[in-house]
């Protein structure tokens, strides 16, 4: 094969490659994406939260919760929306933290 031929097929397998892992993440199993999300919108350990929406892409994803706390004695509901990304764009480890609360 030539030069060009391996530069071409190289090219062509990294694309599907690409392809594949975005696939993956935003239509793959996210249990332990949601896990790490409820942990971030929750921090305290008087506190629930109920996850009411989720946005999936390749490279995040997004989920709105509805927590209740304990705050002097009684329970303070709050949207929560947390973002979660991967280590390394695509694929690693979730990683999530909480835009707003």
């Known amino acids: 094969m ?13 694309c599907v490659a690409f392809t594949g892992l975005g696939y993956r993440n935003s239509n793959g199993d996210n249990s ?3 896990a790490a ?7 305290s350990e ?3 939260a109920s996850l009411e929406q989720q946005a999936r892409g390749s490279f995040g994803h997004e ?6 706390r304990s705050e002097a004695g009684q329970k303070v509901p709050k949207q929560v929306i947390v973002s979660c ?4 764009v695509l694929i690693g ?7 707003s609360h």
């Open 2 to 14: 030539e030069g060009r031929t391996l530069l071409r097929v190289g090219i062509f397998v990294t």
């Open 32 to 34: 332990d994406a949601i």
């Open 37 to 43: 999300a409820t942990r971030a919108a929750c921090s």
């Open 46 to 48: 008087d506190c629930s």
């Open 63 to 68: 989920y709105s919760f509805k927590t209740t």
């Open 85 to 88: 990304e991967r280590e390394l």
């Open 93 to 99: 480890d979730w990683h999530c933290a909480a835009k």
